[in-house]
């Protein structure tokens, strides 16, 4: 016998009926419809937005159970909400939406072993003194590898991140190091692999953290005078998320705190995971000892999506939203930006706010506008002074002795380089660059663009300080 959607909701029904009490199940489930059954797909429909979203916060787990017993591990559920058109059209419309099959992550307790620790072991998260401590993972629970999308970009990350999920301290991507630029993913894939883990493993204890507020706490158990409970707590933690672990740049206090935390953890088969927006090698002001740890494990880069890729997460978006958009929008977009995953985010959103907000039909000119408008907003105008400033903080100069009359060789060559990319990313002439940066003369700013096209071809190093500072530049 085939199935048909409304025999797949009425299984679900009877299962859901069992499970939940009278009253619930005719508020919330008698009112619903069944309406198309595809594939793997089943919609239904329900009256408001509110009652999808008092599903989704209160009865996604039990939905999920039900329908998966129906249609197998990779059913879906999508919701059509009933909407009144207050437009002066009598006639309703519909609205869908995809369910996230997420339910908000759970305190986890840790009984902590007293014996050997003070009474009083205090949770930087918590008000002190709590003996069973609760621990808030810190995880958002929207941040998954469902919506973290595969492409040639991202997949050595990916994959050692599955891994890492699948059996948390027990590889050898012990740390993982994910890094990259801005806003290409490494957040929201370090939180993919707690919540995955919590999904898989509920019993570990999960804790995500940004380095700065790791640093912020720890110069609070300092001035408080519990730095042994700080350590101590950090080592009851069975996956410790960093994030940004770059921050911990030039803080000996904290780059110490947390060498003896890693260590205990790592010996003891607990899982590190952490981020930041460059390789360890690239790491200013790391201690060694740290460094050497990091890369103990695996260090896996994330790059600049792939055409593919961006049309794969814009399309993911609005099936997220419920959003239908014709293809050669989709395509425009992805065209026209190419920097991060953040940014081609917040295009589409703007272009689905746009549309809506001003009950305007989503066209190809609407999308070209908005685009326009957004990618002249991200992108920075390359000025000579910005370059000078650029190239100042790389070689840790002031602006003053960048443009200086010493001849100490590596304010020469910072000099050099400045004149070199003030000719490449503006538009000015040779004399403008030369006035602008020490009042040199434009014969000045040829001799530095010859001679650093010869040092790039012939020093390593050099080159290595041309590639840093272009990226800077072109971020």
């Not at 437009?87 to 939406?97: M, R």
């Not at 629970?141 to 970009?153: P, Q, R, V």
């Not at 069975?238 to 205990?264: A, P």
């Amino acid at each position: 016998m085939n199935k048909t959607a409304q025999s797949v909701w009425e299984n679900c029904l009877s299962f859901i009926k069992d499970n939940i009490q009278d009253q619930a199940y005719k508020t919330w489930f008698e009112p619903i419809k069944s309406v198309e059954l595809t594939d793997n797909a089943l919609y239904i429909q329900v009256p408001s937005k509110f009652f999808y979203e008092w599903l989704e916060e209160h009865y996604v787990k039990l939905l999920k159970v039900a329908l998966t017993k129906e249609l197998g591990k990779n059913a879906k559920l999508l919701y059509k909400i009933r909407m009144e058109n207050t437009y002066g059209n009598k006639q309703p419309f519909t609205e869908q939406l995809p369910s996230a099959n997420r339910v908000p992550m759970k305190p986890q307790e840790v009984d902590a072993p007293f014996k050997n620790l003070n009474p009083e072991l205090r949770n930087p998260f918590v008000i002190p003194g709590i003996r069973n401590l609760k621990i808030e993972s810190q995880l958002n629970a929207n941040y998954s590898f469902d919506n973290f999308l595969e492409g040639d970009s991202n997949r050595l990350a990916r994959s050692a991140g599955m891994a890492v999920a699948n059996k948390p301290g027990g590889t050898s991507f012990n740390p993982l190091l994910i890094f990259g630029g801005v806003g290409l993913g490494k957040t929201h894939l370090a939180h993919a692999i707690g919540v995955e883990i919590k999904d898989k493993y509920p019993e570990k204890t999960v804790l995500y953290i940004s380095a700065e507020i790791f640093t912020q706490q720890y110069i609070d158990s300092v001035k408080k005078n519990n730095r042994n409970d700080f350590i101590h707590f950090y080592q009851l933690i069975d996956v410790l998320i960093i994030d940004d672990v770059q921050f911990l740049s030039g803080k000996s206090g904290t780059q110490d705190v947390f060498f003896h935390i890693f260590n205990y953890l790592h010996q003891n088969g607990k899982q590190v995971i952490l981020t930041s927006d460059k390789a360890p090698v690239d790491m200013q002001d790391i201690e060694q000892r740290l460094l050497s740890r990091f890369k103990w494990g695996l260090s896996a880069e994330l790059h600049q999506p792939d055409y593919e890729t961006r049309i794969s997460i814009l399309k993911n978006i609005l099936y997220r939203d419920g959003v239908e958009i014709p293809d050669e929008i989709i395509e425009y977009v992805a065209r026209n930006i190419k920097s991060n995953v953040r940014e081609l985010e917040g295009a589409i959103i703007s272009l689905i706010a746009q549309s809506s907000f001003n009950k305007k039909e989503v066209t190809l000119e609407l999308a070209k506008s908005v685009v326009e408008k957004f990618v002249k907003n991200v992108k920075r105008e390359i000025s000579i002074d910005y370059i000078q400033k650029i190239v100042s903080e790389y070689f840790q100069l002031d602006l003053e002795t960048l443009q200086s009359k010493t001849r100490k060789r590596h304010v020469v060559q910072a000099r050099q380089l400045a004149m070199f990319f003030a000719k490449k990313f503006t538009k000015a002439s040779l004399a403008n660059i030369g006035s602008q940066i020490g009042d040199r003369d434009h014969a000045t700013v040829l001799h530095a663009c010859k001679t650093v096209d010869n040092l790039v071809a012939t020093d390593k190093q050099f080159k290595k300080f041309v590639e840093d500072i272009n990226k800077k530049l072109t971020l």
